[in-house]
């Protein structure tokens, strides 16, 4: 089962990366509407490691998360800021955010990309109503999205790796195997940490 859904995400992928520069745009295109559209990229982002590599992954996903992030700040800002008041405006957990945001800048952003603190759709949405700047937010999004980002497409190269191996998996070097599972525990153990001590710090700004 879990051989099938990982075929079948790395052949989706490789779908888009045939369509060469077009497939990129068509990649950042994707991350940004399903961002915008309260989806998990967390698939997304798995597939850009798997085909894309890590390096290629990670900034095709960081500009998806980007613009995704951005259209939404400016859609609560500008355009639908009445209605994004009324929808959000109860919500304790926004209100506490946006107080620290008026206190603190963006820290707060950056810990919230760091902290599950909130689904990030939500946040972007309620920062629009926030008075940071958009040249503050985005770069705090951004800068607090990498740890995140570079975890799942580390474990998304991981995923292309295995599919291409195929039936030669037997062959493959066990010294790279246990390298490979080395670099995954770290990370996943890095990220866990990181996500942790952002929580902590946050709460103790929200307070």
Known sequence: MHSVWLHTLVHWMEAIQQAGWLGWFLFVGLYASACMAFIPGSFLTLGAGAVYGFWGGVTLVLLGHGLGSLLSFLIARYLLRGWMEKRLGHNKRVRAVAKAVERDGWKIVFLTRLSPVMPFSLINYSLGLSRISVTRFLMATELGAVPSTCAYVFVGKLIGNLTRI????????????????AGLAVTIAATIYVSIMASRALNQHMD
């Open 166 to 181: 195929g039936p030669d998996l037997q062959h493959h070097r066990a010294l790279e195997w246990w390298a490979w599972g």
